[in-house]
């Protein structure tokens, strides 16, 4: 079965420094997202991108953070300088289509990278 | 803010018992809800959806059942499996495909 997938699993950045995350969704689907878990809390939207832009994004998307499909393939998250509050789990995402009524469109999931800030 | 509730962290299921798994939400606009599993290290799989115009989907040993009126969806996992143990996440959105709103899950044992 087709999945996301997501690189590095384990990224140990030092605070200020940027870091990268990788995520190749499924090959056929059009809309991407990525979530992020901080640890003992919930599962947080962070953006969603489609037809190389952005469609939606929560407040935690701030200035910081971008997003961008460089390739055919691969989905990424940038984080320009990081904080210790960054250290969490990311989810990256995709989904085949959106907003088709009565149709069930759910968001696949990759493993996640742990970010880890020092 | 959580629009998303659920209030049991943890649940344990004789093995061939059914297992329910509750969920809140305040937001009236939501209108898909979703479940899905999560076992450590490794990312929210997902189980099992419902539109607002449903009030029950069915999938196998899983059932969704949806009150609009009360705001509240249930799992129900019929017979439970000892496979079954992980954290279940309650998620909804407004349309199928945008943002994903998710409770901090329950996380379910099933023993033999």
């Known amino acids: 079965e087709p999945e996301v997938t997501q690189t590095p699993s384990h990224q140990v950045t030092q605070m200020g420094q940027e870091v990268i995350l990788r995520c190749v969704p499924i090959?056929?689907?059009?809309?991407f997202y990525w979530y992020r878990q901080i640890l003992g809390q919930k599962v947080e939207f962070l953006v969603s991108f489609y037809n190389n832009e952005i469609s939606e994004k929560s407040e935690i998307f701030d200035d910081q953070f971008s997003v961008e499909r460089p390739d055919g393939s691969n989905f990424t998250l940038k984080i320009r300088s990081t904080k210790l509050e960054d250290s969490a789990m990311y989810f990256c995402a995709s989904s085949e289509a959106v907003g088709i009524p009565l149709v069930d469109q759910p968001q696949h999931f990759g493993d996640g990278t742990r970010l880890s800030i020092l | 803010d959580q629009q998303v509730k659920q209030n049991s962290p943890s649940l344990s299921v004789q093995e061939g018992r059914i297992s329910i798994l509750n969920c809140d939400y305040t937001n009236s606009m939501f209108d898909y809800f979703l479940w899905y599993k999560k076992y450590p290290a490794e990312g929210p799989t997902f189980l099992i959806s419902i539109s607002s115009i449903k009030d029950k989907n069915e999938d196998g040993r899983f059932t969704v059942f949806l009150n609009k009126s009360a705001k509240h969806l249930s799992l129900h996992i019929v017979p439970s499996q000892p496979g079954d143990s992980a954290v279940y996440f309650c998620a909804a959105n407004k349309v199928p495909g945008y943002a994903l709103n998710f409770g901090k899950g329950t996380s379910l044992l099933v023993t033999p």
């Open positions: 090959s056929n689907h059009l809309y």
